[in-house]
């Protein structure tokens, strides 16, 4: 009886060896590359908080007190899981939010993302508005007096530079 | 001794300076001629005197006497004597009275030269003064460097003490461009107030006719060459000695001198518009004052400690004299403006969308918008704390992000704008003058695109690069066509005489053709690849088309500093290309370790490479190596920004008689259509 169990046992130790040492063998060297790929890409959504305001992975200062720790973490959270967001969350666990590079695009941190382009777009549309009303205004009333060119003021400035040039030459 | 001259010599042109201030004002408010002469005078005497206080301060770092604060906390014995001379600008005190110095020659100067300004040279004098008692008042009461070090004795006394040596000057401070990049930064940001004195002056004295914005324009384009420089000098010692691989990190600091930059880019444009039209009188006036307003900024940003930044200043108390200073300014122009802007009115309007006049106000919102969006970006972190409680980061991801689209926006600007003419642009007009522009600047992407380039933001910026420098071309080739075809010179002669006949148009566009190689620089950044390796001596480390063998590595001394040096063998191919000798090292008397890069530099790309540490269990060398593509074209497209400018800022040749006739004849037809035959 003893002899059968050991028997047993030894099978399925063997059989377990079959199939986990070639997959250690397979998955050993990919999964360092995979896991120095990842910290490599979600370092640069992060940044080194030691002042220097550099991203994580490209602080070079020597002995920094936050990058090398940091750096370290970031690894461990992308061996702990294998969703980036959850990785990134882990460091927002640690470090708080001002560990990432630019503001999550939520709450009030939106704002970081939309008012630069809402600026622009509001600036767009206020000349495309004056645009529209100064060139009615000269189509409809082509005659007034400050777009005629009998403005004096333009006919002065014509004139003034007329001598000028002309004084150049004499 | 010289630390007593220096101080005396601060309070002698603080005392100066207030006399031309205070005396100015009631020289323009009673009219007394005699009054505002002693009033200028008093200006004047503040550079010389100020330039004293300067050589005792050169004198005190040069003798090593460190009884004095500044000397002792910026300077060591061992110290290079260029650095010991760059020395005076490397901290809060000794930086502040170099602006004041600085902004003391060039009221020197425009006190003495624009004469023939009539009534606005005194009160842009007076305003100069204005800003001057300001960083006056720091210096001598705030933060002077003349202070004198002294140590509490164990009975409370306080006495003198002076360190056998002194704690040396930041070891990134250490390169030879740093000792220009403050100076140009500085002739950049100080410039400002020159064109903002003139445009205060001339709104407060209501002046007649358009002369106070030719002299604003010209000395707004003086600044902005200095920053252009500053910027540039900048840009590449961050390159070249902060090892992080590239040249811009919008950094608080870098982005506090890209910001008036901006502003005054736009100046520069729309000021065209009131020359030309008489047009946007009160935008020009605020963007001379913004672009004041923000070099103040910027400087309160570096020296509040506001926002962290690797080359800000540390937090000092002189955050709030700033925010004082900046609100009572602001508080000025707006008092005048709400009294004058009758005098700002527009004498035209505009008269079509398709026009040179539109396509300005386009350029002046993207820069100004671009401008909001690196404020915004660098303040962010500050609003989000006040509102939030909770802190956030803003860093390269969120500006490139949000500032790339709006500069390949600009970027499409600066061809279209100069092509479009004056008042209102034909359909006709705009297909011949577009259409090889457009052609060629879809092939380029087009090709590009089908050798594999799928970045979308540098296809878009190689294909408006090569769209905006075909518009300059057959801008140069059309009137220097026209040239030879009057004059029958040779093409090299009809463009040189094209140029110097209207230096500021044809500078001009060496600018905007500088600006787009700097683009292409920019762009490559788009395909830079980087690997940090253990090497071993003897291992290799290969990058792009490089192989990068450690052959030795050595450790050594200087007087200065102790180090550890890399040699690096390069091959390209089969072929030996170049060493490379990267250090670490630890700077003696302050004790502050530094990394020196060393950087094959190629048309085509960079190879860069910094000793980024030691493995602390194998104790290993770590090298970072990285290729960055088309960089040497950012230095170059910025070479062209400066040698545009320079031509743009030079008075230009008279035309010759048959030019001039042809130019006279379209000026007479101006005036025949003005008066309606």
């Known amino acids: 009886m003893r002899r059968a169990i050991d028997g047993r046992w030894r099978a399925l130790l063997f059989l377990g060896a079959l199939m986990v040492v070639p997959s250690l063998g397979r998955a050993q060297e990919p999964e360092s590359a995979v896991v120095e790929e990842r910290v490599a890409r979600l370092g640069k959504k992060l940044l080194c908080l030691c002042g220097c305001n550099q991203i994580l992975v490209e602080c070079n200062h020597r002995n920094c007190p936050f990058s090398g720790p940091a750096i370290a973490t970031l690894r461990q959270a992308v061996r702990r899981y294998e969703s980036d967001d959850l990785a990134i969350q882990a460091m927002i666990q640690q470090y708080g939010t001002a560990v990432l590079a630019a503001p999550p695009a939520q709450g009030f941190n939106l704002a970081a993302w939309i008012t630069p382009f809402a600026a622009t777009a509001g600036g767009l549309a206020l000349i495309a508005v004056l645009l529209r009303r100064w060139s009615r205004r000269w189509a409809a009333a082509p005659a007034t007096e400050a777009t005629l060119p009998e403005d004096p003021a333009w006919r002065e400035r014509v004139r003034r530079e007329i001598e000028k040039e002309l004084g150049g030459l004499s | ?677």
């Not at chain 2, 010289?2 to 101080?7: A, F, V, Y």
């Not at chain 2, 420089?229 to 590239?246: D, K, Q, R, S, T």
């Not at chain 2, 910001?259 to 520069?268: C, D, E, I, K, Y």
């Not at chain 2, 690849?529 to 001394?557: C, D, F, N, S, W």
Request: hydrophobic fraction near 50%; charged fraction near 15%.
């Open chain 2, 1 to 677: 001794m010289m630390d007593s001259l220096g101080s005396f010599a601060v309070l002698l042109a603080l005392t100066a300076c207030a006399y031309a201030f205070l005396a100015g004002i009631l020289a323009h408010v009673k009219k007394q001629a005699i009054l505002g002469a002693t009033a200028r005078r008093a200006g004047v005497t503040i550079f010389p005197t100020l330039s004293v206080a300067m050589a005792c301060l050169w004198g005190l770092f040069l003798t090593d006497d460190f009884s004095i604060a500044y000397v002792a906390n910026h300077s060591n014995r061992d110290l290079p004597v260029l650095y010991k001379f760059a020395a005076l600008w490397s901290g809060q005190e000794g930086s502040l009275l170099f602006w004041s110095w600085i902004l003391s020659g060039y009221m020197f100067f425009v006190l003495l030269r624009h004469r023939e300004e009539g009534e606005l040279r005194p009160l842009a004098g007076v305003i100069l003064a204005g800003v001057q008692l300001f960083f006056l008042i720091l210096n001598a009461f705030i933060v002077s460097p003349f202070r004198v070090l002294a140590e509490v004795a164990p009975d409370g006394a306080t006495r003198p003490f002076v360190p056998a040596d002194g704690r040396g000057l930041n070891p990134l401070l250490q390169y030879p461009e740093m000792v220009l990049h403050p100076p140009t930064l500085y002739l950049g940001y100080v410039g400002f107030s020159v064109p903002f004195a003139f445009a205060l002056a001339a709104l407060i004295t209501r002046s007649p006719g358009e002369r106070w914005i030719h002299v604003t324009r010209r000395w707004t384009m003086i600044a902005w060459g200095f920053l252009t420089l500053g910027i540039l000098m900048g840009a590449h010692w961050a390159y070249a000695v902060l090892g992080w691989g590239g040249y811009w990190a919008w950094d608080p600091v870098e982005n506090a001198s890209f910001m008036p930059w901006l502003t005054g880019t736009a100046f520069l444009h729309s000021v065209m518009m009131q020359e030309r039209r008489g047009m946007l009188k009160v935008w020009n006036v605020w963007l001379v004052f913004i672009t004041f307003l923000l070099c103040i900024f910027g400087t309160f940003l570096t020296r509040s400690g506001v926002v962290s930044s690797v080359h800000a200043f540390a937090q000092s108390p002189i955050g709030h004299w700033f925010v004082g200073f900046l609100m009572l300014v602001f508080a000025v122009c707006l008092f005048f403006f709400a009294r004058r802007r009758d005098y700002l009115r527009s004498e035209h309007r505009l008269e079509a969308v398709l026009s040179r006049e539109a396509s300005f106000l386009f350029n002046n919102l993207v820069l100004l918008a671009a401008c909001f969006a690196v404020l915004w970006g660098t303040l962010f972190p500050v609003i989000s704390e006040a509102v939030t409680g909770s802190k956030v980061s803003v860093g390269p991801p969120f500006f490139n992000r949000v500032n790339i689209p709006i500069f390949l926006f600009l970027l499409l600007l600066t061809g279209v704008g100069p092509l479009l003419a004056w008042r209102r642009t034909s359909w006709e007009s705009l297909k011949r003058n577009f259409t090889y522009p457009t052609l060629v600047g879809g092939a380029t992407g087009g090709i590009l695109f089908a050798s594999g380039v799928r970045d979308l933001y540098a296809l878009m910026a190689f294909a408006l690069s090569a769209f905006v420098t075909v518009t300059i071309v057959s801008e140069f080739y059309r009137g220097a066509r026209v040239i030879r075809t009057q004059t029958g010179r040779t093409w090299v002669q009809a463009l040189l005489e094209l140029t110097l006949r209207n230096t500021r148009r044809y500078g001009g566009y060496i600018v905007h053709f500088g600006i787009v190689v700097l683009f292409i620089g920019v762009a490559g950044s788009a395909f830079e690849k980087e690997r940090e390796m253990e090497m071993p001596v003897g291992a290799t480390l290969e990058l792009g088309r490089y192989a990068v063998t450690l052959k030795e590595r050595k450790q050594g001394e200087t007087p200065n500093y102790i180090y550890e040096r890399l040699t690096l063998e390069v091959r390209r191919g089969d072929k030996p290309l170049t060493t490379l000798e990267p250090e670490r090292r630890l700077y003696k008397a302050s004790e502050q370790p530094l990394t020196k890069v060393t950087i094959h530099s190629g048309w085509r790309e960079d190879l860069y490479v910094y000793f980024a540490g030691v493995n602390p269990e194998t104790g290993v060398p770590i090298i970072h190596a990285y290729v960055n593509p088309l960089v040497r074209w950012v230095w170059i497209g910025g070479g062209i920004v400066l040698l545009g400018t320079l031509l743009a800022l030079h008075p230009g040749r008279r035309p010759v008689k048959v030019a001039v006739s042809e130019r006279v004849s379209a000026r007479a037809k101006e005036v025949a259509y003005a008066k309606g035959d």
